[in-house]
């Protein structure tokens, strides 16, 4: 089985990186930027902290403009991100593979937390690229 470091910059060439006090409108500006992008990694210190999905923003969108709330029973652990304004307050746990990181692996990771994207990161924990599920797509299927 291919290892990360295969195939992580066949498709998506460059992170979408920001720091916690980034707005919100900064972000989905840059994700409208490069619509290949479906994440933003949250960075501190040049290290991961977070992940933010497109489908995080879109709660916080719905919300916003079209008042469509979570189910009730969702409230309270939405609730910040649909009052969201920055990205420390919307973000998602980090998530990450490294370059050595069998294909299998990051898909279960991908799965297992509903993500399209993962940084790459070094053995300091600094993103090094970013794997998509479109390069995990394409590897299993060419094999």
């Known amino acids: 089985m291919k290892k990360v470091k295969e195939i992580y910059r066949t498709i998506s060439t460059k992170p979408t990186i920001v720091s916690r006090n980034?707005?919100?409108?900064?972000?989905?500006?840059?994700?409208?930027?490069?619509?290949?992008?479906?994440?933003?990694?949250v960075v501190d210190d040049g290290?991961?902290?977070?992940?933010?999905?497109?489908?995080?923003?879109l709660k916080v969108s719905g919300y916003r403009f079209l008042g469509i709330?979570?189910?009730?029973e969702d409230v309270l652990k939405d609730l910040r991100v649909i009052m969201a304004k920055t990205a420390e307050?919307?973000?998602?746990?980090?998530?990450?593979?490294?370059?050595?990181?069998?294909?299998?692996?990051?898909?279960?990771?991908?799965?297992?937390?509903?993500?399209?994207e993962l940084p790459v990161v070094d053995e300091m924990g600094r993103i090094i690229g970013d794997l998509s599920s479109l390069e995990v797509l394409n590897a299993l299927w060419r094999e």
């Open 22 to 41: 980034a707005h919100i409108k900064e972000i989905v500006k840059m994700l409208l930027e490069d619509p290949i992008t479906r994440s933003v990694y």
């Open 47 to 57: 290290k991961i902290v977070g992940i933010i999905t497109v489908l995080h923003l």
């Open 69 to 72: 709330l979570p189910k009730p």
């Open 89 to 116: 307050e919307i973000m998602m746990k980090p998530l990450w593979v490294t370059p050595e990181t069998p294909i299998s692996d990051a898909l279960k990771i991908m799965i297992d937390n509903d993500v399209q």
